[in-house]
Each structure stands twice: as structure tokens, then as C-alpha cells.
């Protein structure tokens, strides 16, 4: 049987290690991840025998042509970005470097024969809603952060390079996600290992602007499914949770939960990049992946899996 080669930008991230680890337990396919290490976590890697990590800056056309001219994948996943809102505030140079990185990863899927290319875009290319829950299909293109002006970019270059040249996508807009892997700068993450270390946990502002929460088992099977049954060509999805719940409130869950003495500090609101509201309208995703893990069980989850790593 003819293995599946397969792509991932960005492979030492959060979310795109997570599928990883997913994907390598299919013998059936062979797994290259890359990813510069400037966010990423080598710790995260899946070590399979079907798993081959290369260094490299998927913004390098040198680098990543000396990879995708070599190998002839099926599949890529570009998920490599540089993320978070106080980093992609504080680094807007390098966030419009990853527009060199759709040229270079769009121009050499279409000249390698890549079959289909999954985009990682964002919740951020709602700006400021002006709809709840956020749909699809009416993006208001209002955001004026850099980091949501290049995810538009993104989603640019997959509708272009489709009508042009017969290149297969699916957008995925990623809303907040969380799990075991997350990085300490991302709020859900922060606030438990603050909690469990009996310390101060920060909120800005205060604290009513809402979010929704993904576990990441439902963002990675819902990506597999959309893969392995071949569906969602050419489509945009919401990857998230419909639950809302103000930030103040995650926090006080947290502390219950954790049975933790930690107390609630306020700092000044953000001037900009701190959205008052986000909830994505999941029906899409819904009818794909028939399942939806409650903030609680997933919390649950983290919780224990940090407490135990903590404890070593």
C-alpha cells in the first residue's frame, strides 16, 4: 500500500504536534515536521518511526524548497505562525514575514503536486464582532491587527491559488484551544499553573470579555476526519466550542477546581488585540465531528496531566 506523505509547518507547536501525535499512530502515513524552534518545543515532537523532524523556517524558500522539492508530499498542513496577542503585538515585523511564507509554501505545493493544503487561520479574522455567534460566511474583514490582517492574507492565497491553479484547501479557523501541550503564555494554560502554584492570577481589564474554549482532541479528530474521508474541499471552517464564558469566570472556575488559594489580580485593559467577545458558530463542525467535550471534562484533563508534570 502506497503511504500518504504528509507535511507540517510548524510541527513542534501546540496544536500541530498534537495532530501529529494522531496522525503517526496510522502507519500508513509518513510525517515531516518542521519548525524553527522560535515557539515551538522539540519536547513536543512525536518520536515514531514515521516521524521526521527537519529544522527549518517555513518562511525560507531555500530551506523549504530543499524539503518539498525532495519529497513529494500528498499533504500539507501549514500551521507555522508566530502567535499569541501580547507576542504578535509586540513583534508585528515578524508576523508579516509569515506573508513570505504563503508564497513560499503555496508556490512550491503547486509545483510539487501537493494534492490538498490545510490552513491554519484564525478566529481573529472576525475583528471586532458584529454577529454572535461568529459564521463562516460572513467575515467582516473589520480587524486591523497585523496578525488578522495576514491570516485574511492566507485565506487569500488558498481561494487564489485554487481558481488558478487547481490547488485543493480547507481554512480552518482556529478559536481558542486548549490542552496538555499548550504553551505558558496562552490564557487557560497560564491560569491553571498559576492556580496550582498557589500564585496571583492576572486578568485585564475586568474580566468580562468572553471566549470559547476547543480541547484539543476535538480540533485534531475533526481535522483527521475532514482528511481521511476527504471533506471540507475547498471550505472554510469554525474549530471551536460554542460555550462562552466571561475571562473572570475561567479563573474563579479554575481556582474552585483546583482547590487553589490563588487571588485575582486586575491590570490595566489592553489597548488593543483583547476582542470583548468570541464565539464561533460550530454548526459546520458539528455535523462533521457529532461531538462536543465540555470546558469541565477538558479542564479536568489538563489539570491532572499539569499537576502530574508539576509534580516531577
Do not use: W
Amino acid at each position: 500500500m502506497t503511504k500518504t506523505k504528509i507535511l507540517i509547518t510548524g510541527g513542534a507547536g501546540f496544536i500541530p504536534s498534537s495532530l501529529a501525535d494522531k496522525l503517526s499512530a496510522n502507519p500508513n502515513y509518513e510525517l515531516v515536521l518542521v519548525d524553527n524552534l522560535l515557539t515551538g518545543r522539540a519536547s513536543n515532537i512525536p518520536q515514531k518511526s514515521n516521524v521526521r523532524f527537519i529544522k527549518a523556517d517555513a518562511n525560507n524558500y531555500d530551506e523549504m524548497a530543499a524539503i518539498m522539492l525532495s519529497q513529494s508530499f500528498d499533504v500539507v498542513f501549514h500551521y507555522a505562525a508566530v502567535v499569541g496577542v501580547k507576542r504578535t503585538l509586540e513583534n508585528p515585523i515578524s508576523v508579516l514575514n509569515d506573508v513570505k511564507g504563503f508564497d513560499t509554501i503555496f508556490h512550491l505545493c503547486k509545483n510539487t503536486g501537493v494534492k490538498r493544503i490545510f490552513f491554519s487561520s484564525s478566529s481573529e479574522v472576525y475583528g471586532e464582532p458584529v454577529e454572535f455567534p461568529q459564521n463562516e460566511e460572513t467575515t467582516p474583514l473589520n480587524a486591523r491587527l497585523p496578525y488578522a490582517v495576514v491570516k485574511n492574507i492566507g485565506e487569500c492565497y488558498c481561494k487564489a491559488f485554487y481558481q488558478e491553479h487547481g490547488l485543493s484547501y480547507t481554512i480552518l479557523r482556529f478559536f481558542n484551544t486548549y490542552g496538555p501541550k499548550q504553551s505558558t503564555d496562552f490564557v487557560m494554560s497560564k491560569f491553571i499553573r498559576a492556580a496550582l502554584k498557589n500564585e496571583p492570577i492576572t486578568v485585564y481589564g475586568d474580566g468580562k470579555q468572553t471566549r470559547t474554549f476547543c480541547y484539543i482532541d476535538d480540533n485534531v479528530d475533526f481535522t483527521i476526519i475532514l482528511l481521511e474521508r476527504n471533506i471540507g474541499i475547498n471550505e472554510i471552517f469554525n474549530v471551536g466550542n460554542r460555550y462562552e464564558i466571561p475571562i473572570i469566570e475561567l479563573a474563579k472556575k479554575i481556582i474552585a477546581m483546583t482547590n487553589s488559594k490563588s487571588e485575582i489580580i486586575h491590570l490595566p485593559a489592553l489597548k488593543e488585540g483583547d476582542m470583548t467577545r468570541r464565539q464561533p458558530d460550530t454548526t459546520k463542525m458539528q455535523a462533521i465531528l457529532n461531538r462536543e467535550t465540555p470546558l469541565e471534562e477538558g479542564m479536568k484533563k489538563v489539570i491532572e496531566i499539569v499537576k502530574n508534570q508539576m509534580s516531577l
